[in-house]
């Protein structure tokens, strides 16, 4: 559900302001940063988050 709808709102905004390409690459790349810190910790911590398979 997160992942959707953050997907919609990066949808969203690029199609709303085509001209801020720098913001949306920042806030990609802080997600997939995200993303990485999410998988270590699954990695790490497999019994913690089950969820997250």
Same mark, same amino acid.
Not at 2 to 30: A, D
């Given at each position: 559900?997160? #992942? &959707?709808?953050r997907v919609f709102l990066l949808r969203k905004r690029w199609k709303s302001s085509p001209g #801020? &390409?720098?913001q949306i690459i920042t806030l990609?790349?802080?997600g997939s940063h995200v993303m990485?810190?999410?998988?270590?910790?699954?990695?790490?911590?497999?019994v913690y988050l089950p969820n997250l398979h």
């Amino acid at each position: 559900m997160h #992942k &959707r709808s953050r997907v919609f709102l990066l949808r969203k905004r690029w199609k709303s302001s085509p001209g #801020k &390409r720098q913001q949306i690459i920042t806030l990609w790349t802080i997600g997939s940063h995200v993303m990485l810190l999410v998988c270590t910790a699954r990695r790490n911590a497999p019994v913690y988050l089950p969820n997250l398979h």
